[in-house]
């Protein structure tokens, strides 16, 4: 990782002398502010094993996240990118960290397959809800548990090959895509799923920091052996698109590091299909499951995992309104990891109003409410058993600046 | 007037009258033309030009644009970017010529490149009227992005006579395709 921190300067200096071209450097920013209201438990980064972003000790008035987004076209076709993030819960950490930094190629196509490929650090293309700059949803503040996961635990730390047909130029309005990336530093992956199960906060990791307190870490590369994932999408129109992806970060479960780092072995697929009937409607599902183990030989640590989501969102005029049943379970087949088996299984449901007033400003209410299972709670004198339920209302200004 | 298998008119339809025989002053220069790119899409998103026409990109959105085609009728590239002007393009070659955005895969655009000197583009009620052709037959040619049917199942044959006109009506047999709907989606935010 230390490869990135040098980077990081280094490429601020390219934008400044970049900048004198025209329109070559943009920078969207989003301040985010909230005013929430939790029942429950301690959240998990809080220390506690909630699901939920806040808690009862984490009301009031809070720092959503603040975000600058600057994207650096450095040639016609090459362009950088990057998310630079501030949260209020970084616990020591670094206040300001970045979540994104990669370099995107996009050559004209001159055919009808178009090829694009990303070096760096970015987020797999798994998620149709995610669609937001920096894994924000556009549907919700909080994103399904699925995606929550996605943004938490994993970072493509590497590079992506997108071959893309486009079917215009054959008298088909749609797109077939195949995508492929190897990458490293993703070991820990699946670390945070035996310590709290799936959760859901719009409260993805950045490169340098870590989640929950004492802090997990998910960047580091411990067995030198680099992971994959492969994926298809296809795009039918403007109202059906479909993404599958094969996630499989190759770790080897018995390597450790000196400092107490695990590589977890974590393999899944997911499949996803957004529906767009009119246009007010979005009907957006996913389904993952997987494993994860760690530990060598007959003590190790294995785990199934599933989580699933549907969403029906209607929009219209500045308004948007959203409904997503969420659906997840742990399955711990063998290995010790806390005492009580990491077994969750929970359910929840968001309901989520938006209402985008002006060109910067947007306001959005949301109401959740979980219900898990968990036994590793028993272990902090809590019962397995939990409802959470958490209400924000957040003020957004988004701006863009263009040099 | 062009019309669907049901019987409703179709816009956005290319229809191009081509004399059967040569009739001299028809092609006159071609007038310079415009695709403009508004809201993320292509405006007209079907554009019909004389061959040798001039088209202009302007870019009246606050994002760039990165213009291609790779048609065998037109291969260009053209970068726009935000209070950039860049020459237009010449269209010298009579065929299809597909455009799309590089940045965003969801525009697409089309300019149909004729040779015929009689040519326009169906409203949206699928009607469509040429003016100031001299008397004499005309091959009629159809085109439009949404149209299945093959175009040479479209081709009509008319008599232009003296003062009357004539009239062609187009009936499709074959459904259309889906035609993108313009959704006010908050896209900027979006990838």
Known sequence: ?403 | MIVDRDGRGVGEVVVAAMPAAVIPGAAPDPKPAVMDQRNLEFVPRVLAVAVGTSVEFPNNDSVSHQVYSFSPAKRFQLPLYKGQTHPPIIFDRPGLVVIGCNIHDAMVGYIYVTDAPYFGITAAAGGLTLKDLPKGDYRIAVWGPYIADAPASLVRTVHVDGDEGATARVQLSLALRARPEPRPRRRDWEY
Do not use: C
């Open chain 1, 1 to 403: 990782m230390r490869w990135v921190q040098r980077l990081v300067p280094w490429t601020f200096m390219l934008w400044t002398a970049g900048a004198a071209a025209q329109d070559s450097l943009t920078v969207n920013g989003d301040i985010d502010v909230r005013w929430v209201q939790a029942s429950g438990v301690t959240s998990f980064l809080n220390g506690g094993l909630g699901l939920l972003r806040f808690d009862p000790d984490h009301e009031g008035i809070r720092l959503g996240r603040a975000f600058l987004a600057p994207n650096w076209r450095a040639t016609d076709i090459v362009s950088v990118h990057a998310v630079i993030d501030a949260y209020d819960d970084y616990h020591e950490r670094n206040a300001v960290d970045v979540s994104e930094f990669y370099v995107d190629v996009r050559p004209f196509p001159t055919g009808p397959i178009r090829w694009r490929a990303r070096v760096g650090a970015f987020y797999m293309p798994v998620s149709l809800e995610n669609r937001g700059i920096g894994w924000t949803s556009v549907y919700t503040i909080t994103p399904s548990a699925v995606n929550t996961w996605i943004g938490e635990e994993f970072r493509t730390i590497g590079a992506e090959v997108e071959a893309r047909w486009l079917g215009a130029s054959s008298g088909y309005l749609g797109e077939v895509a195949v995508v492929a990336a190897a990458y490293g530093w993703n070991d820990p992956a699946g670390v945070l799923l035996a310590s709290r199960g799936f959760g859901l906060t719009d409260r993805p990791s950045t490169l340098f920091g870590g989640l929950g307190r004492p802090p997990i870490e998910f960047y580091h590369e411990i067995d030198r052996k680099p992971g994959y994932y492969g994926g298809l999408s296809w795009k039918h129109h403007d109202w059906l698109e479909v993404r599958a992806l094969r996630y499989d970060n190759h770790a080897d479960p018995g390597a450790e590091t000196d400092a107490g780092g695990y590589a977890w072995q974590t393999r899944f697929y997911s499949l996803g299909a957004s529906v767009e009937p009119s246009e007010h409607w979005t009907l957006i599902a996913q389904y993952l499951n997987g494993n994860t183990a760690v530990g060598a030989g007959s003590q190790q640590f294995y785990m199934r995992f599933h989580a699933d989501f549907a969403l029906a969102s209607f929009e219209w005029a500045r308004e948007r309104l959203t409904l997503r049943y969420d659906n997840f379970d742990t399955n711990q087949v063998s290995g010790f990891f806390f005492g009580p088996p990491s077994d969750e299984t929970g359910h929840g449901w968001t309901l989520a109003w938006s209402h985008q007033s002006g060109e910067h400003w947007q306001f959005v209410a949301e109401w959740l409410r979980v219900a898990s299972d968990f036994p590793p709670r028993i272990a902090l004198g809590e019962s397995a058993a939990l409802v959470e339920s958490q209400f924000q209302l957040a003020a957004r200004y988004r701006f863009r600046l263009a040099w």
